[in-house]
């Protein structure tokens, strides 16, 4: 009885041993791709605004209610077109006030240049009148120059692209009332991280993606670029150029890819089967580590310089806990 328990519990344990040595050495399942051929694009990523060539804002300079506005939003003006007026009672009566004090200074000049000639004023006396009225008619000067700062006008001529605010409430200085400017030609307005900044050049082709027109193919072509920065952002404005007759409209955000350098018939491999400079490829049954030379690095693929061949099988996606000589069996095999 002994031996026949001593037996089965042999038997089991070979059993248990039969099937982890069996698990051990069963392969990995994985899936590989083969490289295609194609074109590798480098590209240089921001985000971009729509805006006008030449375009102006017109803010008030002083702090009064809105009495009138154009209602020409949309519109055709002229340079100097009257867009909006400011409340200007209180400084109308601040100029009346100052031309009654330079008439009573020009009849106190008057008078005394009078007793002056009878020698019954000083010479003092006549100066300091001369003075009064000189003084006065500074005041007045500037006062009719602040009177202007009430009258809001276009300062070129264009269309007004937006209008805001209402007759009652107060407009703020430095509020922007009104955009003056020409609707074509449009500029894409982008901020490009500094250390991809040395990349970008003028007349670089680049690709634009708007959530407003998705399945369409948009482009432009760099126009400028900053010279100077923004050292709190680390960013430098790239202006670029649209065609005449693109869809986007002035205010839309768009997704700008900047093509710095476009490799035909590279041999490309898809980005989650390439990690760093290393990839896994499928040889008899056995995975191997080999080690590439990465070309241009796409959200998408990946271009390989060498250390692989057009037939060569790729596992994707990259095995991070696979070893190097690890058994595989291929179970999802795409292209080739």
């Known amino acids: ?29 994985v899936s590989t791709v083969a490289p295609t051929r194609g074109a590798a694009a480098e590209i240089v990523y921001a985000t971009g605004v729509i805006e006008p060539k030449t375009w102006a804002k017109v ?18 003006v002229e340079m100097g077109a009257e867009l909006a ?8 009566a601040a100029l009346s006030e100052l031309k009654a004090r330079l008439r009573l200074a020009h009849d106190e000049l008057e008078r005394q240049r009078v007793l002056a000639q009878r020698n019954v004023a000083s010479q003092q006396a006549l100066d300091r009148a001369r003075s009064e009225v000189a003084q006065f008619e500074a005041l007045v000067a500037g006062q009719t120059a602040r009177m202007d700062g009430f009258v809001l006008r276009a300062p070129s001529a264009g269309v007004v692209l937006r209008q805001d ?7 703020e200085p430095g509020t922007v009332l009104f955009w003056v400017g020409r609707p074509t030609p449009l500029l894409v ?12 050049t003028v007349g670089q082709r680049a690709l634009l993606r708007s959530e407003a027109f998705p399945d369409q193919e948009l482009e432009a072509v760099v126009d400028s670029v900053t010279p100077k920065g923004d050292p709190v952002t680390k960013t430098y404005r790239v202006r670029l150029r649209l065609p005449d007759e693109t869809p986007l409209r002035i205010g839309m955000t768009v997704d700008v890819n900047i093509v710095v350098r476009v490799a035909e018939g590279a041999l490309l491999l898809p980005g989650l089967a390439v990690e760093g400079d290393a990839v896994f490829v499928v040889e008899d049954g056995i995975a191997r ?13 990946v271009e390989i310089l060498s250390g692989i061949a057009d037939d060569t099988r790729v596992v994707s996606p ?8 690890a058994r595989v069996a291929v179970a999802d095999q795409q292209g080739g």
């Open 1 to 29: 009885m002994k031996l026949l328990r001593s037996l089965v519990v042999l038997a089991a344990v070979a059993t248990l041993g039969g099937a982890g040595y069996w698990l051990l050495l069963r392969p990995t399942p």
């Open 59 to 76: 803010t008030p300079l002083t702090r009064e209610r809105i009495t009138a506005l154009c209602n020409c939003e949309g519109a055709t």
């Open 85 to 92: 007026r400011l409340d200007d009672r209180e400084a109308r």
């Open 165 to 171: 605010g209402e007759v009652g409430e107060i407009a």
């Open 189 to 200: 307005i982008a901020d490009v991280n500094e250390e991809d900044i040395p990349r970008v």
């Open 289 to 301: 580590r080999r080690d590439v030379a990465v070309g241009i690095r796409g959200t998408r693929a």
């Open 318 to 325: 990259f095995p991070e806990d696979l070893p190097d000589g």
